[in-house]
Every structure is written in C-alpha cells, then in structure tokens.
C-alpha cells in the first residue's frame, strides 16, 4: 500500500539545523512532485517547499529562502527538507506529499519543535 514516512523532527535551539526524510513506498515514486507542507497550532497547513520530478526545479515559501533545502533520490525513493538557521516561527509538524496529477499522497507528520 501507499506509505510516506516522515522522520528526523525533533527540538532544536534557535539557530539550529534539522534534516527531515520521507520514505515512500507503494508508487512509483519518480513520477511524483514533492511537498513539504506544515502546520503550526491554530493556523493553516502551508507549503513550504517544492520539487520538481527530476529535482531540477524547487520552490520555497518566502520565509524559508536561503534557510531550507528540498532534495530528492528517486533510487531512494526519499524526499529530503535540510532546515539551517531554525526559528521559532519554524515550530510546526512537518508533512511530505506526493503530487501527480490527480493523485497526491500524505505522510502522518513529524514535530519540529524549535525553542531555548
């Protein structure tokens, strides 16, 4: 079946780097676009980073420029989101999605948490 397994949130100090994964299985997963999307308590989920099926392309929320990276290995099946320079405002679960038309899949999340 269908699976996207987020991992590698956790707390982190102000200033700090996390690198979040998302294992796909169960489709082929390089004819799909990935997302990162989160959701912070009280607001909506945004998005904060794009990538394109062969990584070429990336598109990343205004806030975020210059701070994340999203990659991807299609061998791997894996999407990666590398955060440098963690903010507070940074705190939210973090989702991976797969996008193909009509077809897009979520992952269950993973809590990124950052604070002194």
């Known amino acids: 079946q269908v699976q996207l397994v987020e991992s590698g949130g956790g707390l982190v100090q102000p200033g700090g780097s996390l690198r979040l994964s998302c294992a796909a299985s169960?489709?082929?997963?390089?004819?799909?676009?990935m997302s990162w999307y989160r959701q912070a308590p009280g607001k909506e989920r945004e998005v904060v980073a794009t990538?394109?099926?062969?990584?070429?392309?990336?598109n990343y929320l205004d806030s975020v420029k210059g701070r994340f990276t999203i990659s991807r290995d299609n061998a791997k099946q894996t999407t990666y989101l590398q955060m440098n320079s963690l903010e507070p405002e940074d705190t939210a679960v973090y989702y991976c999605?797969?996008?193909?038309?009509?077809?897009?899949?979520w992952g269950q999340g993973t809590q990124v948490t950052v604070s002194s």
């Open positions: 169960g489709f082929t997963f390089s004819n799909f676009a």
């Open positions: 990538i394109n099926v062969y990584g070429s392309i990336t």
């Open positions: 999605k797969a996008v193909r038309n009509w077809e897009n899949y």
